[in-house]
Nanobody, 112 residues
């Protein structure tokens, strides 16, 4: 499975961005987004399971929305009300029956 993420960039506080991640291959069960800020550990942002059950990290609840299009093997992360503390490299990931795959990361910078 290969992952191709897009949609990162720079935005002012309060702004919005949408990340996309297209996966090649088959057998995908869960899809999700993690992020890592400089000097911090990677943390879960949002995960959407097969059947569309979702989980969000506490700091993004109510601001971020994860969704998936199984026909396109693509996962999306709609980010709203962005804060400077959301600045990080965002990684998409997918879980199959065999292993977890990670994308290359896309930078999101929130700054005035």
């Amino acid at each position: 499975v290969q992952l191709q993420a897009s949609g990162g960039g720079s935005v002012q506080p309060g702004g919005s961005l949408r990340l996309s991640c297209a996966a090649s291959g088959s057998g995908i069960i869960n899809m999700g987004w993690y992020r890592q800020a400089p000097g911090k550990q990677r943390e879960m942002v949002a995960v959407i399971r097969s059947g569309s059950t979702v989980n969000y990290g506490g700091s993004v609840k109510g601001r971020f929305t994860i969704s998936r299009d199984d026909g396109k093997n693509t996962v999306y992360l709609q980010m709203a009300s962005l804060k400077p503390e959301d600045t990080a490299v965002y990684y998409c990931c997918v879980l199959t029956a065999l292993k977890t795959y990670w994308g290359q990361g896309t930078q999101v910078t929130v700054s005035s």
